[in-house]
């Protein structure tokens, strides 16, 4: 199978930088697989799981919270500020970032609050999901 080159970059970190076969990520409009030759493409990142297929038997995933995809004819780039392993997420704290997003929102303060609330919880579920 052809490979794609693929770059994840963090304001922190260049957190992947090598080939794969696909990569499948969740977009404002819906997931997205991305192969080799795939049409040139902007988009915007939602808050979700990446998919990383780098081969026939390594897989990788990561939680991304939201950022920018580029596909052009050299490869992937990916630019976030929230990536994170699997293996880098901390699910106790996860839980209980989701424990207090739910309890805010249950307290309905003004509408800041709520949106705030809001995408906490979703970071959480992100971050408790990505194993899924």
């Given at each position: 199978m052809n490979k794609l080159s693929l770059k994840i970059v963090t304001p922190s970190r260049i957190m992947y930088d090598g080939e794969a076969e696909m990569v499948i990520m969740r977009t404002k409009v819906g997931d997205i697989g991305i192969m080799?030759?795939?049409q040139p493409l902007v988009?915007?990142?939602?808050?979700?799981?990446?998919?990383?297929k780098i081969s026939e038997n390594e897989e990788k995933r990561?939680?991304?919270?939201g950022g920018f995809v580029e596909v052009d004819g050299e490869g992937v780039n990916i630019l976030t500020d929230i990536a994170e392993w699997s293996?880098?997420?901390d699910k106790?704290?996860?839980e209980k970032a989701k424990e207090r997003a739910e309890r805010r929102l249950?307290?309905?303060?003004?509408?800041?609050?709520i949106v705030r609330a809001e995408n906490a919880l979703k970071?959480?579920?992100?971050?408790?999901?990505?194993?899924?």
């Open positions: 080799a030759g795939h988009t915007v990142l939602d808050y979700g799981v990446l998919k990383l990561a939680a991304v919270l293996d880098e997420i106790v704290r996860a249950s307290e309905k303060s003004d509408g800041l609050d970071r959480a579920m992100v971050r408790l999901h990505v194993n899924d």
